[in-house]
């Protein structure tokens, strides 16, 4: 009967070699470490945390997928911001024109599930155009939520300047169907069931 295979079992079994062709010593990323600490947004740091997962492979794997999706979705929101950069300043001359430019930009976004980080306020926003007097292109404004209100903030008459965040988790509201209802007059309520 043949020993059982030996699998090395050490404190650095957990972390990913990896290397480039340039001949430069491999080094180890450790897929444990929060992402948080190196400046991510929330929706990158979801993190597969089961004590069931914590020593098998699959939960190795199933970490270092994830470790690599959160560096991918960090190399997209830092390009996306790189190259909207351009737009900053910019504006078009007719309310419709800036709100095609807010909208295409806004869908994009969306897409990676992204938004604008207000300058005043620092919440995750988004981009929209409103009508203004005076102002034949309209106002950018960034429409958030501050305390369950909904506001605006910005108002000028170009892009304004575009920092990246997550788009925040959305909050479940209660409705009128989960909150009990009083019976009509005259119905009959039974107790059966």
Same mark, same amino acid.
């Given at each position: ?11 650095? @079994? =957990?972390?990913?070699?990896? @290397? ?13 470490? !929060?992402?948080?600490?190196?400046? !991510? ?6 993190? %597969? ?5 914590? +020593? ?15 560096? %991918?979705?960090?190399?997209? $929101? *830092? ?26 930009? *806004? ?8 938004? %604008?980080?207000?300058?005043?306020? +620092? ?5 929209? #155009? ?6 034949? +292109?309209?106002?950018? #404004?960034?429409?958030?939520? %501050?305390?369950?209100? $909904?506001?605006? =903030?910005? +108002?000028? !008459?170009? #892009? /304004?300047?575009? *920092? ?16 009990? *209802? /009083? ?6 309520? @039974?107790?059966?069931?």
């Amino acid at each position: 009967m043949a020993a059982p295979e030996e699998r090395p079992d050490s404190a650095d @079994s =957990h972390c990913t070699q990896t @290397s480039d062709k340039s001949g430069v010593e491999p080094k180890a990323t450790n897929p444990k470490i !929060s992402n948080e600490a190196k400046g !991510s947004t929330s929706s990158e740091t979801a993190e %597969i945390r089961s004590p069931e997962m914590e +020593g098998n492979e699959t939960g190795r794997m199933l970490k270092s997928l994830q470790w690599e999706l959160n560096r %991918i979705q960090r190399t997209v $929101r *830092q390009t996306l911001q790189s190259k909207l950069q351009g737009l900053v300043g910019q504006s078009l001359p007719t309310l419709s024109e800036n709100r095609e430019l807010a909208n295409s930009i *806004q869908k994009m976004l969306d897409t990676h599930s992204l938004r %604008i980080r207000c300058p005043q306020c +620092g919440h995750a926003s988004i981009l929209r #155009v409103s009508p203004r007097k005076g102002m034949l +292109g309209g106002a950018f #404004v960034l429409d958030h939520t %501050i305390d369950g209100k $909904r506001t605006f =903030h910005g +108002g000028s !008459s170009s #892009v /304004p300047p575009i *920092q990246l965040t997550a788009k925040p988790e959305r909050k479940a509201k209660t409705t009128a169907k989960t909150r009990s *209802q /009083p019976a009509a007059a005259g119905e009959i309520r @039974s107790k059966v069931g």
